[in-house]
C-alpha cells in the first residue's frame, strides 16, 4: 500500500510534508531499512484507523444517531437499547485496529 507520511522529521532536523510511503523513498532519505519498514508499518495503521474511523461516522450518522434521536424522544428502554444495539453492531462491524 502506498500512501503518505503526513509529517516526517528527518535526523537533520529538517520536516517533510506528504512522504510516500515506498521503502526505496525513506531509504533514499537517510533511514535504514529497518526504520523505513516500521514507518510504512506506522502509516498503514494510520491509514486504517482513519478508513476505520470514516466508514463508523457514516454508519453512526445513517444508522444509530437517528434512533438515539427516536430513544431521547421517547425515553423507553427499548428505544435505548435498540440505538446501543446499533452502536455495538457498527463497532463490532468496524473494530479498531489494534495498537501495537
Known amino acids: 500500500?502506498?500512501?503518505?507520511?503526513?509529517?516526517?522529521?528527518?535526523?537533520?532536523g529538517e520536516t517533510l510534508i506528504n512522504v510516500p510511503t515506498d521503502r526505496p523513498t525513506l531509504v533514499a532519505l537517510g533511514f535504514s531499512e529497518a526504520r523505513a519498514d516500521e514507518l510504512c508499518l506506522d502509516a498503514e495503521r494510520v491509514a486504517k484507523s482513519v478508513a476505520v474511523g470514516a466508514a463508523r461516522r457514516a454508519l453512526y450518522v445513517a444508522e444509530a444517531d437517528p434512533l438515539f434521536l427516536e430513544w431521547q424522544y421517547d425515553e423507553t428502554p427499548e428505544k435505548e437499547k435498540a440505538w446501543r444495539d446499533k452502536v455495538a453492531?457498527?463497532?463490532?462491524?468496524?473494530?479498531?485496529?489494534?495498537?501495537?
Not at 453492531?89 to 501495537?100: M, Q
Open 1 to 12: 500500500m502506498t500512501g503518505f507520511i503526513k509529517e516526517l522529521l528527518l535526523d537533520s
Open 89 to 100: 453492531e457498527i463497532k463490532a462491524l468496524y473494530p479498531l485496529p489494534d495498537r501495537t
